[in-house]
């Protein structure tokens, strides 16, 4: 037994069925793209800097696992890049979402095991010099640091998690779904 999944909406399912037409010709077509379009960005947006310095990340991908860091720190900044620009474009979405996908799982669970530590920010020194010539910071820069900054870097954890997570469940859609009408693949009428 198969099943499809069918996007169309139907008139009688809604409230105002005269709506079904543009939910089916516009709105659902311009959200598909616009969440991938975004997504693509952001995934070039943050491989670039990689691409450009191919082997800044040989000790972090060593450091998780990913052994010789010096074949995979490239490929990671090929995979982000190809993968954004893919998935801006609609072109071989599928497989390029679920590498990046992958990749995304990956960096949720490094922010799950490796999580950002208040001595990465302060030392006990250097909070004692914060609090000992407040002339030098600003009132907002003070309630970060006078802790050592860990209430701020609690938040970037989270905001790191959230951010890896809600990435790796867009690329798992368009792994899934492929990249939707206003798409090269769909040009192509061809898709992996």
Same mark, same amino acid.
């Given at each position: ?34 969440? #991938?379009?975004?997504? @693509? ?10 691409? =450009? ?9 060593? =450091? ?14 090929? =995979? ?5 620009? %893919? ?6 979405? #599928? ?30 020194? %250097? ?21 050592? @900054? ?19 469940? @867009? ?6 779904? @492929? ?6 693949? #769909? ?6």
């Amino acid at each position: 037994m198969s099943a499809r999944l069918d996007f169309t909406t139907r008139e009688e399912r809604l409230w105002i069925g005269p709506f079904a037409g543009l939910y089916n010709t516009f709105a659902q077509p311009l959200g598909w793209l616009l969440l #991938r379009v975004t997504l @693509g960005g952001w995934l070039l947006f943050e491989g670039w800097p990689k691409l =450009m310095a191919p082997m800044a990340q040989v000790s972090f991908v060593e =450091m998780i696992g990913f052994h010789p860091g010096w074949l995979f720190s490239p490929l990671l900044a090929v =995979m982000q890049v190809a993968g954004g620009i %893919g998935l801006i474009l609609g072109l071989l979405t #599928r497989p390029l979402a679920l590498a990046n996908a992958v990749m995304l799982f990956v960096t949720v669970w490094f922010h799950f095991h490796f999580p950002y530590d208040a001595a990465l920010l302060l030392t006990s020194a %250097g909070i004692e010099a914060v609090k000992a010539h407040p002339e030098y910071i600003t009132p907002n820069g003070a309630k970060r640091l006078f802790d050592g @900054g860990a209430v701020t870097l609690e938040l970037l954890q989270h905001k790191a998690i959230q951010l890896s997570s809600l990435w790796a469940a @867009g690329c798992l859609f368009f792994a899934a779904f @492929g990249g939707g009408v206003f798409s090269v693949d #769909r040009l192509l009428k061809k898709e992996f």
